[in-house]
């Protein structure tokens, strides 16, 4: 597609559920990228793809959270036993050789945990 | 500890003023700074960037400058329209270092122009 799509744009969710938001990167683009902004809070880097290599998941704030990238495109940002405090928006990027440094954003997935 | 600084949490001009916006950073491996605008209920976009190597970069009405001896940059724009109203966000990386491909934010500046 033209932009990165994330779903679902809107989520909420009972506490102690489990949560899947999924990602799919502008075509062709190797490097993927979670990034979470709670309310009042700058972009807090969770995860990183890049191609085959292992992820860097040192962004991750807890192991209710996980990631994966199946076949170097679509990711799915899994959060095990939501607790309110998980409420933010789940924003993916991606990036390739040629934009660098510079990441491209998706419109983000809204989650609430009431 | 917050290595990307934003001071001022909002700003508010008139249309056809300069907005400028303020970035403080302390990381001294940053050596790559972007700025990124959000509107409401969408995703951050990609405005400018500029590396260390400059002091200044222009596209348009977008001009971002760079005192890497203050570890200070700025994003200036000029004329300001309403559409212009967004949260701004900027961004670093260290492009030199093991994690050349993380970006790290400050909390955001809303900016909003007055018609």
């Known amino acids: 597609g033209a932009g990165v799509s994330q779903s679902p744009s809107n989520k909420v969710t009972e506490k102690g559920k489990d949560v899947e938001l999924r990602c799919d990167p502008i075509s062709g683009h190797t490097a993927l990228y979670w990034y979470r902004q709670s309310l009042g809070q700058g972009l807090e880097f969770l995860i990183y793809?890049?191609?085959?290599?292992?992820?860097?998941k040192s962004g991750l704030p807890s192991d209710r959270f996980s990631a994966e990238r199946t076949g170097g495109s679509v990711s799915t940002l899994t959060i095990q036993r939501t607790q309110q405090e998980d409420s933010a928006v789940y924003l993916c990027?991606?990036?390739?050789?040629?934009?660098?440094?510079?990441?491209?954003f998706g419109e983000g997935s809204w989650l609430t945990v009431v | 500890d917050q290595q990307v600084k934003q001071n001022s949490p909002s700003l508010s001009v008139q249309e056809g003023r300069i907005s400028i916006l303020n970035c403080d950073y302390t990381?001294?491996?940053?050596?790559?700074f972007l700025w990124y605008k959000k509107y409401p209920a969408e995703g951050p976009t990609f405005l400018i960037s500029?590396?260390?190597?400059?002091d200044k970069n222009e596209d348009g009405r977008f001009t971002v400058f760079l005192n890497k001896s203050a570890k200070h940059l700025s994003l200036h724009i000029v004329p300001s329209q309403p559409g212009d109203s967004a949260v701004y966000f900027c961004a670093a990386s260290a492009r030199s270092g093991g994690s050349n491909y993380k970006l790290t934010f400050g909390k955001g500046t809303l900016l909003t122009v007055n018609p």
């Open positions: 500029i590396s260390s190597i400059k």
């Open positions: 990381n001294s491996m940053f050596d790559y």
């Open positions: 793809f890049q191609g085959n290599s292992a992820p860097d």
């Open positions: 990027a991606s990036s390739n050789r040629i934009s660098g440094n510079t990441i491209y």
